[in-house]
């Protein structure tokens, strides 16, 4: 393990900086005046830069009965804008260095109450689900830096991407922050142990990196062995410890018109095994994963099997194309006694973690999207708890406004019955209930 590093994120910047003087004017800074001298190996480094801004706007209705509403009047009008700068050095078609910078700034009413309730109870954990800020307490480089904190908004900045690509016809490594996707669910990825995306989220373009090592060599015809190795902080030390760490490998290989995935991973303290395939059944495609997960230090139970299956199909209806998707989610930690929940570490650690986003066990989730124009897509996804039932209906739209801007405007509501998941239950041994807020999003994102 690499000794404890406390790089902060001002002597990044400056490495940032370099690569780009480097990359943009390295031509004129070798064999000057001499136009006899031999080419510099500055001069053979190709590079890319590019990025977004995006401006994000959140209207929410809360629940008079939640802890938000105990003074406050609804709707809460939260916003954030989120700046990214990316730049690949191209120093060889075998090695590549990719450095992404952002600065995120987010806030408004929701984020003021949420640091006004932990104020009142220290203890309670982040039940609104707005997101305050991205922290690198677990990750083995501190790359990020908090510029201003106030009580209604928060701006830090930070590296998502530094990681050095060396490639060749005998596979790929890649070492530095970096994320990587295992698995073949849509919404519900039981495989994808690293940083996954919440099956709620409508944004999907960058997934937040993770400091590791991967390596990925090919196998047979089509097929790939990849490892992995993601070092983790302590939080109570701060130090580099096994049990936070995370080693897996996958092995994917296809047979005939099927294609089948095997992995094995060490993650944080416990075992996780994992098969997966994917195939067609006439003009539909369908996928599967499957998932034994050990767990240590519990009195509830050995270990739990997770799974997805999903299928997806296109087609033509009223000269307009669409597209869908069915899928089916099972999780063998889940419960349906949600109070309760939060009392079950196994649960708390992956809630913590951004592991786990839902503590039911079983659900049947579908999306349709419309192409109503080349430019505008309709789209329809619906989550729903098969045991409550309760769920989720997310409405939205995308408007390529422009080559290089895009609109999407959307809703999340939220249904079911008292004490049921999405309907609403109450926070044990207190009069509130915890129930998400309906919610109207416009994303506006501009690249360059």
């Not at 650690?349 to 839902?358: A, I, S, T, W």
């Amino acid at each position: 393990m690499m000794s404890d590093i406390k790089n902060t994120l001002r002597h990044t910047c400056f490495l940032l900086a370099a690569l780009f003087i480097v990359a943009g004017h390295g031509t004129a800074v070798a064999g000057v005046g001499d136009s006899n001298a031999p080419p510099s190996w500055l001069k053979k480094i190709n590079y890319e830069w590019g990025g977004y801004i995006k401006a994000l706007g959140i209207s929410s209705w809360h629940d008079d009965r939640t802890l938000f509403r105990t003074d406050e009047d609804n709707p809460f009008y939260d916003g954030s804008a989120f700046f990214r700068l990316k730049n690949r050095l191209l120093f060889s078609d075998t090695y590549i260095f990719d450095v992404h910078y952002q600065a995120i700034l987010t806030g408004g009413d929701t984020f003021r109450k949420q640091n006004k309730l932990k104020k009142q109870f220290p203890a309670i954990d982040d039940v609104s689900g707005f997101q305050q800020t991205i922290n690198d307490d677990r990750r083995l480089l501190h790359l990020t830096d908090i510029v201003d904190n106030g009580e209604s908004h928060s701006l830090y900045q930070r590296l998502d991407r530094l990681v050095l690509t060396i490639q060749g016809q005998w596979g790929a490594v890649r070492i530095g922050r970096q994320a990587i996707t295992w698995g073949n669910g849509f919404l519900f990825n039981p495989m994808d142990l690293f940083n996954p995306f919440s099956p709620i989220d409508i944004d999907r373009e960058y997934k937040t990196g993770d400091d590791m090592a991967s390596v990925r060599i090919p196998v047979g015809n089509d097929g790939d062995l990849q490892f992995l190795l993601v070092p983790r902080r302590d939080l109570a030390t701060g130090k580099v410890a096994e049990d936070q760490s995370s080693l897996a490998g996958k092995l994917h290989f296809p047979y005939g018109s099927t294609e089948f995935d095997f992995m094995l991973a060490r993650h944080y303290d416990e075992n996780v095994a994992g098969v997966g395939s994917a195939g067609y059944f006439r003009d539909a495609a369908w996928r599967m994963d499957v998932t034994w997960t050990s767990v240590n230090q519990s009195q509830n139970r050995d270990g739990y099997f997770s799974m997805t299956a999903n299928m997806d199909y296109s087609w033509v209806w009223l000269k307009k194309n669409f597209y869908g998707f069915v899928e089916f989610y099972y999780n063998g930690l889940g419960t349906d006694q949600y109070a309760k929940a939060y009392a079950d570490q196994q649960i708390a650690n992956r809630l913590e973690r951004g592991e786990l986003f839902f503590l039911g066990r079983s659900y049947l989730s579908g999306q349709v999207n419309m192409e109503l124009h080349p430019l505008v897509n309709l789209y329809l996804t619906i989550i729903n708890n098969l045991y409550d039932p309760s769920g989720i209906v997310q409405p939205w739209v995308v408007w390529n406004m422009t080559q290089d801007t895009n609109l999407k405007l959307g809703a999340n509501f939220y249904y079911g019955g008292h004490e049921t998941e999405f309907g609403g239950y109450e926070i044990s041994s207190t009069p509130f209930l915890n129930k998400p807020p309906d919610s109207m999003f416009l994303w506006l994102t501009w690249y360059f």
